[in-house]
């Protein structure tokens, strides 16, 4: 009986496809038409999130900071950091490039907002599981 059931559900979802019109299917264009470049030095972003209040995007990059867009009129500001971000001066510096700084400075590879709290976690291949508040700063 389970079969005759799917059979018959299998075949009017067809017959409904192939009766309705193209123009009432909706669909969704696969072009991306808008493009956020990073700033210069820094390659990313492997992770991307949106705090509760619907900003950002918020990437990680190579440099070791969590960057955070702030619209065209800002672009992209440091939102958060690892402890050595401004202790070591190779990871402000741009004299080198940042991928060969990575184990000295950090590199965010995931990125998670708590709903309950605005923290962000933030998934480190150096450092490891960072948080920072709401507010961002020091991880």
Not at 4 to 17: E, T
Request: glycine content about 14%; some cysteine.
């Amino acid at each position: 009986m389970g079969r005759i059931k799917r059979a018959a559900s299998l075949l009017l979802g067809v017959v409904l496809a192939l009766l309705l019109p193209a123009s009432f299917i909706k669909t969704t264009p696969t072009r991306w038409s808008f493009h956020l470049p990073l700033p210069d030095g820094v390659t990313g972003a492997e992770s991307l999130a949106f705090d509760r209040r619907g900003q950002g995007p918020y990437a990680g990059v190579s440099d070791g900071r969590v960057l955070k867009w702030g619209g065209s009129a800002l672009g992209w500001t440091t939102f958060a950091h690892g402890a050595n971000y401004r202790k070591i001066p190779l990871c402000t510096a741009s004299a080198v490039p940042s991928e060969q700084t990575e184990s000295m400075c950090g590199r965010p590879l995931g990125l998670q907002f708590f709903a309950m709290t605005g923290d962000l976690y933030i998934a480190d291949a150096y450092m490891g599981l960072m948080k920072v508040g709401p507010n961002g700063g020091e991880a």
